[in-house]
């Protein structure tokens, strides 16, 4: 098959959605398929957030601009979409997936209104959570209604949605969200979460052999909860006078975190340690914790749980929406609720138990074994299949919603859609 992807992101901007990507375009190619990745083009591509696919797909980079409120993201420039239109509007393609619903949404809409192409669209962020720590200066019940209204509109606009986890469904379907779904979580590449080593990270970074460690990998947003396993930390010191707290990533929230944490810095139980390269250093990261600690409420599927599960990194988090579905039945992580005193204790009492942790870690590899890219691209493989050779699901399902004894809003007929370049 010949699928076209589109998104507003991809490395060097780390976050889920281009590891999710890149995960996608590279399983699927190894079955043989041929992928093109077309994202923003960035100007900063720093040595430790790079990352080499060699010629697994083809990329297309598109020239972008900064976004004022969102010094990390990209987007598209108006006069690169247009040259992207003609370019990819004379290739065949079987089936075009949109990732991101900005720039990448309006082309991916656009080319299969041109060419009859069936599109599929991953609703990868929980926008209604996230929009109002981009443009706080509006009030959070209007950032809410504007967060729902444009994902009922972008959800009618194409063909079938990706959805990674049940507890998403549920909210897009609370939304009027009436596009048919099928619920896929990304999974791992497996293969790269081998190996690792916590050893050689403690004496790069002088931290002694028997010292508790605590770690973290997250893009530094205020939505990541990272502020309350700050808070953790101060709690759980005073019974672990060495306890250390490893942070992986950058974002937007890093200096108020920073300042947040001073005091712990400054005691040496916290450090930041930024962006680490993926293939190696990241990995003795997590290898070099005693447990992996995370308490996001917004993650649509939370990979880095996945990622810690394959290293046999024993974990503690809370499990709300996307959390919620990897921690479901795994036997390698605790499970607390979202206190700080009860996470503390979760944390402490794992600390003091190498037996558990040991147990824990063992199973780690054999839950992350159910999230393997290789299995869910099997069903994602079948998906496109049926929106490229097979009737259009959302014809089919139409009957049945007309059927239901339901209030929820249908699909909306597609429509035409303009060159988003001349708007």
């Not at 075009?96 to 619903?101: A, G, R």
């Not at 997590?286 to 917004?298: E, M, N, Q």
Request: hydrophobic share 45%; charged share 25%.
């Amino acid at each position: 098959m010949k699928i076209l992807m589109l998104s507003d992101v991809y490395f060097p901007r780390v976050n889920g959605v281009s590891t999710s990507i890149r995960t996608f375009a590279l399983a699927l190619a190894r079955m043989g398929h041929g992928v093109t990745l077309v994202a923003p083009e960035y100007e900063d591509r720093g040595p430790a957030v790079a990352v080499d696919d060699g010629d697994a797909f083809e990329l297309i980079r598109l020239p972008s601009r900064t976004i004022f409120f969102d010094p990390e993201d990209r987007l598209i420039r108006r006069r690169s979409m247009r040259t992207a239109l003609g370019r990819l509007a004379v290739r065949s393609w079987d089936v075009i997936h949109i990732h991101t619903p900005f720039r990448a949404h309006q082309l991916g809409v656009w080319l299969s209104q041109a060419s009859g192409t069936p599109t599929v669209e991953t609703y990868h962020t929980y926008f209604e959570e996230y929009v109002g720590h981009y443009v706080p200066w509006l009030p959070s019940a209007i950032t809410r209604v504007v967060a729902r209204r444009l994902s009922r509109r972008l959800c009618h606009d194409v063909d079938h949605l990706i959805v990674p986890s049940q507890q998403m469904v549920d909210v897009l379907e609370r939304y009027g969200v009436g596009t048919p779904h099928t619920v896929l979580p990304t999974g791992i590449e497996l293969d790269e979460f081998q190996g690792g080593d916590g050893a050689r990270f403690r004496s790069r970074h002088d931290i002694s052999a028997s010292r508790p460690v605590l770690v973290t990998v997250s893009r530094l947003a205020v939505e990541k909860n990272i502020g309350f396993l700050i808070d953790v930390v101060r709690r759980l010191v005073s019974q672990f006078p060495d306890l250390l707290f490893v942070i992986a990533g950058e974002g937007p929230d890093a200096p108020r975190l920073k300042k947040l944490a001073a005091d712990l810095v400054e005691r040496g139980h916290v450090r930041f340690f930024g962006n680490l390269d993926r293939r190696h250093e990241l990995l003795d990261a997590y290898r070099a914790g005693d447990a992996f600690v995370f308490a996001s409420p917004t993650e649509t599927q939370g990979l880095v749980l996945i990622e810690a599960m394959a290293l046999g990194v024993p974990i503690v988090s809370t499990a709300v929406m996307g959390t919620a579905m990897v921690l479901d039945g795994a036997r390698c992580a605790v499970v607390s609720e979202e206190d700080v005193e009860a996470f503390a204790s979760h944390t402490a009492a794992l600390l003091r138990d190498p037996a558990r942790r040991e147990a824990l870690s063992a199973a780690g590899p054999q839950d992350a074994a159910a999230w393997s890219s290789e299995t869910v691209m099997t069903r994602a493989q079948a998906l496109y299949e049926r929106l490229a050779y097979g009737e259009r699901p959302w014809l089919a399902e139409a009957a049945s919603h007309l059927n239901e004894a339901s209030s929820r809003t249908r699909p909306a007929p597609r429509r035409a859609v303009a060159d988003p370049a001349r708007r």
